[in-house]
């Protein structure tokens, strides 16, 4: 057997999330019915870096999966694309040592989050990007705030209360807010992410983008270890997992 190691982009939009759900339709489900098609063999599925929710997008999600196949690496690509839905593409396919693990080998992860300035969102972007309708959030100060997340921190506060792994503690390595055009793109990029870690990170500093919050409560918020301070999750739609990082 040898481990191929393959980086998939999706569109979220019309998937129950990334992880396999019985009956339900899944970017994992799809996957591995492709994988298990070419391999004419039902045992065969595949391994993610980690899971995306319903509505979430991803550019470089990263998995791995085990093949008797010879194929050249490359033409894995074409073999899954394929048989793969429209809204799942494979980018690239390499064999790595079997001792890859798209999760546990992974040393970091980078996600964008994208808010649209148009005064009337176009429906083609309805689905990947947040409309900020009539706010229009001061930029500077969600920077502020932003440099008070960066760092290592307990951040119970910023992630769902069905988190199931009891250590919060995360590092954030790097989280910056550019605009590009008529959007508003948060990148961050940490060693790891909890469960809606990022969208609620993206909802607070909206927060303080608006007036709701400012810059000094960010870290009372990260102290208080209490999820009910840092407001509203952002939604799903507006959020993309752009990549995998191994050492």
């Known amino acids: 057997m040898k481990r191929v190691k393959a980086t998939v982009a999706y569109d979220g939009t019309n998937f129950a999330g990334y992880q396999f759900q019985p009956g339900i339709r899944t970017v994992q489900s799809e996957i591995d ?57 494979v980018v690239g396919a390499e064999y790595v040592d079997e001792s890859f693990h798209a999760r546990y080998s992974a040393t970091g992860k980078t996600y964008i989050f994208k808010w649209s300035y148009s005064e009337v969102q176009s429906p083609f972007e309805r689905n990947y990007a947040v409309h900020l309708g009539r706010w229009r959030p001061d930029v500077q100060l969600m920077r502020e705030a932003a440099e008070q997340i960066i760092g290592t921190h307990d ?78 999750t952002a939604p799903a739609h507006g959020l993309y997992l752009d990549s995998v990082t191994y050492d």
């Open 155 to 232: 951040f119970t506060s910023f992630c769902s209360s069905k988190t199931a792994t009891s250590n919060k503690v995360r590092t954030v390595r790097q989280l910056t807010l550019e605009k590009q055009g008529h959007l508003l793109i948060m990148t961050i990029e940490g060693d790891g992410f909890l469960y809606n870690m990022v969208r609620t990170i993206a909802g607070m500093l909206l927060a303080v983008g608006i007036g709701w919050n400012t810059p000094a409560d960010i870290q009372k918020i990260l102290e208080s270890c209490d999820r009910k301070k840092a407001g509203k």
């Open 33 to 89: 019915k492709a994988l298990v098609k070419v391999h004419k063999d039902k045992s065969i599925y595949s391994v993610a870096s980690g899971r995306t929710d319903a509505g979430v997008h991803a550019n470089g999600q990263v998995i791995h999966f085990d093949t008797p196949l010879s194929l050249p690496a490359d033409r894995w690509i074409m073999a899954l694309n394929v048989l793969l839905p429209k809204d799942i593409r």
